[in-house]
């Protein structure tokens, strides 16, 4: 095999490689979000699998301790409730009682959530009730 030839080939297997992962990580995004009751339904049948759950965060349920970086919450809806554990920080507009997205997967009774996405709690009115102190 010639040089040319050589060349080819790698750089055919880094386009293979780079549309492999941008294939996967596409699919990633497309993702179904379940809502807390629908993912609690279904907790045993995704059990290790990665998904998105879509809830709010309850108040006094937050426990942050920022020498291991792990935040525990609970996130809930009309129908249900789960536990939440991050090792990822705590997000810049984290606040109770208002909506968050997880993702991650379920594991012996717990969320092992790998990301944390809070809505802006100003876009939340009625849950802000002027005081904008930093926690």
């Known amino acids: 095999m ?8 790698g750089i055919g297997v880094v386009a293979v490689s780079i549309i492999y992962l941008s294939a996967l990580s596409f ?10 009751g629908e993912f609690v339904e279904l907790a045993d049948s995704l059990d290790g699998k990665v998904v998105n759950v879509n809830g709010t965060i309850l108040k006094n349920s937050t ?4 020498e291991k970086a792990r935040l ?3 996130l809930g809806d009309d129908s249900a409730t789960i536990t939440v554990v991050s090792n990822e920080g ?6 109770e009682e208002i909506p968050a997205v997880v993702t991650g997967y379920f594991i012996n009774g717990t969320f092992q959530a790998n990301q ?11 849950l802000d009730h002027g005081d904008h102190d930093e926690t």
């Open 27 to 36: 699919s990633n995004a497309l993702s179904f979000y379940y809502e807390v």
């Open 63 to 66: 426990i942050w301790e920022p």
């Open 2 to 9: 010639n040089r040319k030839q050589k060349n080819m080939l």
């Open 72 to 74: 525990t919450f609970k």
């Open 90 to 95: 705590m997000p810049g507009n984290y606040k």
């Open 116 to 126: 944390v996405i809070t809505k802006c709690p100003s876009k939340y009115g009625e």
